[in-house]
Each structure stands twice: as structure tokens, then as C-alpha cells.
């Protein structure tokens, strides 16, 4: 059908045979539906039909778990007459019927239950037929009643899969992968747009400070504009030309700047220096994160030559992002190996990532802070550097969510994100639901007195073998359920920044014995036996 298909742990562009992952068929209708050669586009119907039949083929194809067609096309439209109960959609027997009230007005065959093509012809038809009889849905726009589908299809998958209209699907592709702008973020806390940041090295950059108050774009008065608009204006081909009026504090007159707009990717990575540590924290993964990294590893490497002691990775907070980025990020710090691995019912999604460009930190010690809020492919890069003991880990037991979703843009420039396949860490361990679990633990709710102190800390892992309340050590990919939620309970989840985290990671790399020692200790010392059941599924 002609989609744009674009790459979003979302996975981003890495190409399966021409295929971009994050990443329809068309099959013979069997319903006795009105043929559609025959049918004026009533309302948007072919619209609708095509929207819904890419994303029934999708999931059909993709979902981790096989689901029909016919499930989510009732459990969408059941959604739908929640809103005008004039308008309702039964199946009965092999016959999907709509009622106006009590009144049938239209029985339609039921397709099989795999049928993409033909519930979306069904979908469709009750679209029309519809807003023919309720008012509520006659008064909707098109997308309106695209979002109330999909909000009944979706409780039916999984929490990871997600639909966004156009503009929320507009603004997920320009945090992913870019956007043409001129790189400034605006504040409408007080209604009136106010410049509150400023990214270096942009178009803006020469001309706009923060707290310069936007006036007009293109000499269109934002007061006449809603923020998307003036966003959309604001926004884009790279190399094409913006005007734009500004109001700047102390100064009387407008001031008036023609810019070129110019690609924008958001930073997500920052650095810092504290004592010939290098601390790089990552907000999330986008398509310009690995080159970032590398960037600035370049940079502390010639500011702080031989003096370099050992870097920070701090991904407290990280939501994850593109998984290309999250396997590029890790593969800075390893020489050679597995990364992760990914596996879903559809054979393209089972993949191995491997590292091949060499350690660009040339082996320095690598502490990397994680907590509840580090999720997808933070957690990736987490264990891929735990398991192959590249890092330390300190902080409190991240999310859990370790799954991969690919990306449909559907015709109506919106998105479908659809959960495909799980990760598996380089130890075999799957990541969904149990996540990493650093060796210090920092949890307020859940560390032991030792927890401040490593050295301590490690006499009672390295030692005795022992975590201190007796609990022998095991390989993660061994432990059962049980098991796991006992390791995650005793380091228990939380999502706020602990500033025991970064004074632990200084501690870690300005004494390499304890550092050593503690690179070595067995990170699921924490676990209870489980009995040698494993739990995570085998890689075939």
C-alpha cells in the first residue's frame, strides 16, 4: 500500500532486505460487502479501509503474540458506540450487524477471522453508516474517530504498542531522527511564547537569546496562531529561509532575523568533568546520540590525556530511544561481542547485534548509574556492558521493559508503534520484566547499611560469596520468576537521581583494586536459588 515505513525501541534504520526496521498484503475479500469499484469514498471510507488494513497486516504479521483481525476490528468498534449509543455494532452468529437503536440497518457477512482486508472493509462501512445515525459521530473528524478505534484496539496488545495521530506522530519522527528548525525550544507557561533555550552551534544561535519573547513568524503574529502552528511554521525543509519577529527585554523595537533553517537533532548527551572523571549522561537515544558519545569521548581524551581516570555513563532517567543508538552506545565501550539479541514470532525480528569498532576508551574504568527510570535501550546498554564486565553498575533495579517495537506510518501520517520482539542480554537473559540490577545498591527504601560504603559492600560479595543476608549467587539466565522478583525487591525501584550514585562511581574509579574487585563480583548475589529452572526462553 505504499507506506512509509521508518526505523523507531523503538528500531531505527537498520535495514532487513530493504525492509527499515521500528520498522500490506492485499487479500480476497470473501464479505458480501458493497463492492468497493462501485462505492463513492462516503465520508472517508477508503481512507479508513486502507488506514485499518495496514494496521491489521501489521499486527497480523508482527504482534508477539498471534491476534486476529476480527478481535481487534470488534474490540475497536465496541469502543466507538460507547460514545453514541444510537449506533452500535454486534456480531451475531457469522454476521456483523449495525443497529440505529434497536433497528438494524445493515447486516454485512463476517470475514475470516484473519481477514485484514475485509474487517477493515468492515470498519469502514461502520464509519459511515455511523455518522449517517449518531450524532456524536457525525460531529468527529476524521482522526477523531481513527483515535477512539484505536483506543479499543490497543488494550487488546500490549502497553508498549501505541497509535499517535499526525501531529504526535510529526513530533516523535523530529525527536527520533530530527527536523528542519532553526533550534529553539519555546515556553508557553504564561501564554505568550517565550525562547527558553537556545541549542548551540543552530540558526538561532547568532541572533535569539533566551528570554527573547516570539512576536511573529513569517510577519504572521502568533497572537493569531496556536503553539502547533506557530511550531509547524517555525519548522521546515532544511536550507529553506525563516523570518522571524522577536521582543527582546530592555529594547524597544521588534527585532526582525531571516534564518536558514538547518537539520535539528536534539542533544541528548551532556558531559561533565569532576576530578579527571569524565561524567556523560544520556537523556535518551536519538539518531545523533552515538555520534555525540563518540564526540565527546574524543574531547575528554585530549583534555585529559594520561590524567583520565575512568568515565561516568549515566543513564538515570533514560526512556530508551532507537536501537541502533543503544547497540552504537554500547559498542564505544566493548572491543568485540554480543550486544543484545532479539527474537519475536516473525522471522525477521530475530537478530543479533554485535560489536565490532573496538573500545574507543581504550579499557579506562566504566562505572554506569541506572535507576527505575532507565528503560529499553538504557537497559540495553546496562547489561550488554555488566555482562561482559565492562561496568560496574550502581543505582536501584531499572524498568524492565525489554521489548522492541517497530514503526508503521500509516496513511494518514500518523504511527502505528508495534511491540515485535524481545531482548536478550549477552548473559541469555531475557530483559522484559526484569531489567539490570546493580551490584551497589542505592535504594533508600532498600539498602543495607553497607550499601555507602563499597568496600564494605564487596567483603560481603566478593569475600564470602554471599550477599549479607545469606543469599548464594547463580547466573541471571538460570533464575526462575521467583527469583527474579526477590533480586529486584531487594534493590527496589526508584526513579529519582540519588546523589549516593555519582559519589560511589567516584569512589569505584579512584580505587582501582576496589574497582577490579568489584567488576568481577557476581552481579546476582543477590538472588535466591531458583533450583537451576530457567526463565529465559532459549536462543535458537
Known amino acids: 500500500m505504499g507506506s512509509k515505513r521508518s526505523g523507531c525501541i523503538e528500531v531505527g534504520r537498520r535495514s532487513l532486505g530493504g525492509v527499515l526496521l521500528l520498522l500490506s498484503l492485499m487479500s480476497a475479500c470473501a464479505s458480501s460487502l458493497d463492492n468497493r469499484a462501485t462505492r463513492p469514498d462516503r465520508l472517508g471510507h477508503d481512507s479508513a479501509e486502507t488506514l485499518f488494513a ?21 474490540a475497536g468498534l465496541a469502543r466507538l458506540d460507547q460514545d453514541d449509543r444510537s449506533f452500535t455494532v454486534a456480531e451475531i452468529g457469522h454476521t456483523v ?37 449518531a450524532p456524536a459521530l457525525a460531529s468527529a473528524s476524521d482522526e477523531q474517530l481513527y483515535q477512539k478505534l484505536f483506543d479499543g484496539i490497543l488494550p487488546k496488545l500490549d502497553r508498549f504498542t501505541r497509535y499517535a495521530g499526525a501531529d504526535a506522530a510529526r513530533d516523535q519522527r523530529a525527536s527520533r ?23 548551540p552551534g543552530t540558526p538561532a544561535a547568532r541572533e535569539i537569546r533566551v528570554d527573547d519573547r516570539l512576536a511573529a513568524v513569517d510577519n504572521v503574529p502568533v497572537e ?23 521582543r527582546r527585554p530592555g529594547r524597544g523595537e521588534p527585532i526582525m532575523v531571516s534564518l536558514r533553517r538547518a537539520l535539528i537533532v536534539a542533544p541528548t548527551v551532556t558531559v561533565d568533568r569532576d576530578d579527571q572523571v569524565a561524567v556523560f549522561r544520556i537523556s535518551s537515544f536519538n539518531s545523533g546520540t552515538v555520534q555525540s558519545l563518540a564526540d565527546a569521548i574524543e ?19 533514560n526512556p530508551g530511544g532507537l536501537l541502533e543508538q543503544a547497540t552504537g552506545v554500547a559498542a564505544l565501550f566493548i572491543d568485540r561481542g554480543q550486544i543484545v539479541s532479539t527474537r519475536g514470532r516473525d522471522p525477521t525480528a530475530t537478530q543479533d547485534f554485535e560489536a565490532h569498532t573496538g573500545d574507543q576508551t ?29 561496568a560496574v553498575l550502581v543505582g536501584t533495579s531499572s524498568y524492565g521493559k525489554g521489548t522492541v517495537q517497530r514503526v508503521l506510518t500509516l496513511p494518514n501520517q500518523g504511527e502505528l508503534t508495534l511491540t515485535w520482539a524481545r531482548l536478550y542480554t549477552p548473559a541469555h537473559y531475557v530483559l522484559h520484566e526484569h531489567g539490570v540490577v546493580p551490584v551497589f545498591c542505592t535504594s533508600r527504601a532498600g539498602a543495607s547499611e553497607t550499601a555507602a560504603d563499597p568496600a564494605a559492600r564487596l567483603a560481603a560479595i566478593v569475600e564470602h560469596g ?40 567516584k569512589r569505584l574509579l579512584h580505587d582501582p583494586s576496589l574497582y577490579a574487585a568489584a567488576l568481577s563480583a557476581p552481579a546476582v548475589a543477590l538472588a535466591q536459588q531458583s533450583g537451576g529452572h530457567s526463565d529465559a526462553a532459549p536462543l535458537q
Not at 237 to 244: A, D, L, M, Q, T
Not at 304 to 313: N, P
Not at 467 to 490: C, I, M
Open 54 to 74: 495496514e494496521a491489521f497486516h501489521e499486527i497480523h504479521q508482527y504482534y508477539l503474540q498471534p491476534i486476529s483481525s476480527e478481535t481487534l476490528a470488534m
Open 97 to 133: 450487524v449495525f443497529f440505529d437503536k434497536d433497528t438494524a440497518i445493515e447486516h454485512v457477512p463476517a470475514p475470516a477471522p484473519d481477514d485484514a482486508d475485509g474487517w477493515a472493509e468492515v470498519v469502514a462501512t461502520a464509519l459511515v453508516d455511523g455518522r449517517s445515525h
Open 177 to 199: 531522527d530530527g527536523f528542519g528548525g532553526i533550534g529553539i525550544t519555546l515556553d508557553y507557561s504564561d501564554g505568550n511564547p517565550r525562547v527558553s533555550t537556545v541549542t
Open 224 to 246: 493569531s496562531l496556536t503553539e502547533r502552528q506557530v511550531i509547524n511554521r517555525l519548522r521546515g525543509e532544511p536550507g529553506s529561509r525563516v523570518i522571524v519577529t522577536l
Open 299 to 317: 574531547r575528554m581524551r585530549t583534555e585529559l590525556g594520561r590524567q583520565w581516570r575512568g568515565v561516568v555513563l549515566d543513564l538515570r532517567g
Open 362 to 390: 581504550h579499557g579506562l574504568p566504566v562505572v554506569v548509574l541506572v535507576n527505575g527510570g532507565s528503560a529499553s535501550s538504557a537497559e540495553i546498554v546496562a547489561a550488554a556492558l555488566q555482562d561482559h564486565e565492562r
Open 466 to 505: 554471599l550477599h549479607p543476608q545469606g543469599v548464594e549467587a547463580q547466573p541471571r539466565a538460570t533464575l526462575a520468576d521467583p527469583a527474579w522478583q526477590r533480586l529486584r525487591r531487594d534493590c527496589p525501584v526508584e526513579t529519582e537521581d540519588n546523589p549516593l550514585d555519582l559519589r560511589l562511581a
